[in-house]
């Protein structure tokens, strides 16, 4: 069965300072790969999404970036936080088939002081 | 263009009783419907889609959703309604060919014992 891995599952970090959440798929390959940010419990803000190894498509532009380094390996990064940038990051995963529901993980939640 | 929208920011129900959450959509071409609910502090679940075929489909938990082509909807509901449903609710639409869903707002169910 796929499962889907987030971490740190909670980050607190200073304003100004670097950024690496880490995303990972098991028992899939070649997902669709996606991140989000939830801001005050509601709605989803697609951030980046990535049909494949090194293939990344920004949809907000902003101080975040990512990667996919690896196939089921999805990268959100920033080099200097904002305090806007705090929120509820969640990375969900989508089979090949345009169809397919997407699968989440458990998120993480970062406060930027 | 695709868009979702859900009404109701909150919707209040008693336990036992029949609960529905409403769901709009626009897109070019056939869609592809989607329900997710998310508790608190957790990442989204998948309940149920519709991608064609019966029009009444069944989920997890005892959710159902009914396609109305005409009306552009795809409400979810729940004959007899639980405590534990309590959780955020998003519907969210994919066009055809496209890996980008997009999602409503969100809808926080609230059932009273």
């Known amino acids: 069965s796929q499962t889907i891995h987030q971490w740190p599952a909670t980050l607190v970090q200073p304003v100004g300072s670097p950024l690496s959440l880490e995303c990972t798929v098991e028992?899939?390959?070649?997902?669709?790969l996606y991140w989000y940010r939830q801001a005050a419990g509601r709605g989803l803000q697609l951030l980046f999404y990535s049909v494949g190894i090194g293939q990344i498509s920004s949809e907000v532009p902003q101080n975040l970036s990512a990667s996919r380094p690896q196939d089921r390996q999805f990268i959100l990064s920033s080099k200097k936080l904002l305090l806007s940038d705090s929120g509820f990051y969640l990375c969900a995963w989508m089979g090949r088939r345009v169809n397919n529901e997407q699968f989440f993980g458990p998120g993480t939640r970062l406060t930027v002081l | 263009a695709q868009s979702v929208a859900q009404p109701e920011d909150q919707v209040n129900v008693a336990e036992g009783n029949p609960l529905t959450v409403k769901c709009t959509y626009s897109v070019s071409g056939n869609p592809y419907l989607f329900w997710y609910v998310q508790y608190p502090n957790r990442g989204l679940q998948f309940l149920l889609k519709y991608i064609t075929g019966d029009n009444l489909v069944k989920g997890s938990y005892g959710f159902e959703a009914e396609f109305n082509k005409s009306q552009t909807s795809f409400h979810l509901k729940k004959p007899s309604a639980l405590v534990s449903d309590s959780a955020l609710y998003f519907c969210?639409?994919?066009?055809?060919?496209?890996?980008?869903?997009?999602f409503g707002r969100g809808t926080s169910l609230i059932v009273h014992p």
């Open positions: 028992g899939t390959s070649n997902p669709n």
């Open positions: 969210a639409v994919f066009s055809g060919g496209s890996y980008i869903p997009t």
